[in-house]
């Protein structure tokens, strides 16, 4: 039977409402959809009280089960979506390819308003963001803030929180966490030999994320809008400042 998992500390959160129909009947039906002529296992279904919208799906030999976590987000989920998602899983466990109907079934409900508040919200209440203090050992995140925003915002762009990440990241350099309200900044770019130039664009390209939101498409996001990269162009050493970021 589908039920919330543990929290870690023990503690059992309160039972969520299930659809109509167990999702481990919705699995099953996905199983008989994607192998006519195999007899369905056993059905682990459980929703997770997840930070994100997450699911995994593994087959265990010792009982013959098919187990499968899934955000307690998608319970308000249609269960078509719901179907679907189990289609997606079974695919990855057989490896099998998704069908585009499918897929597209799934990741238009994900991208819907409601979804991505959800999912937005879930990252806020269960999530943690660890970042260090603005103020790094060559540079203030707060101060470059500032001034970057009476350069190029006149002074009237929101001021999320500010900090430098806690692992000197050279993959990821900046990001900013709509959920969490804060942009994080890569320690690699606290070091003395960083050309002010570099660390500016990058904060810079992490402003316009605030300024311009994410915009949602019917089974994608666009997270680098028109007007995002038309700001971004608008930068003074832009060209320079990139080639500076490559040669780090």
């Not at 056993?42 to 899934?70: G, H, M, N, Q, W």
């Not at 942009?183 to 050309?195: E, F, G, Q, T």
Request: positive net charge; aromatic residues 8%.
């Amino acid at each position: 039977m589908s039920r919330p998992a543990k929290r870690a500390n023990g503690v059992e959160p309160p039972q969520l409402p299930l659809d109509i129909e167990e999702p481990a009947s919705i699995f099953r039906r996905a199983f008989r959809r994607l192998k006519p002529r195999t007899e369905p296992p056993e059905f682990d279904v459980r929703y997770r009280c997840y930070a994100r919208l997450k699911s995994t799906v593994r087959f265990d030999a010792a009982t013959a089960t098919i187990r499968a976590d899934i955000s307690d987000l998608v319970q308000q989920a249609p269960p078509e979506v719901v179907e679907a998602l189990a289609t997606i899983l079974l695919c990855k466990l057989y490896r099998k390819r998704v069908s585009t109907a499918v897929r597209h079934r799934y990741e238009r409900w994900v991208h819907t308003p409601d979804t991505q508040q959800g999912m937005l919200e879930i990252r806020k209440d269960r999530g943690r963001k660890r970042v260090l203090s603005a103020a790094g050992e060559f540079y203030d995140l707060d101060t470059l803030f500032d001034q970057l925003n009476a350069r190029h915002f006149a002074s009237e762009l929101h001021k999320p929180e500010l900090g430098w990440s806690t692992r000197p990241s050279r993959r990821r350099l900046g990001s900013y966490d709509a959920a969490h309200d804060v942009i994080v900044i890569s320690r690699i770019l606290d070091r003395k030999a960083v050309p002010r130039l570099a660390l500016e664009y990058v904060l810079y390209h992490e402003m316009l994320h605030v300024k311009h939101p994410v915009q949602l498409r019917e089974t994608s996001r666009c997270v680098h809008t028109p007007a995002f990269m038309a700001d971004e162009r608008r930068f003074p050493g832009i060209d320079r400042a990139k080639r500076i970021l490559q040669s780090l």
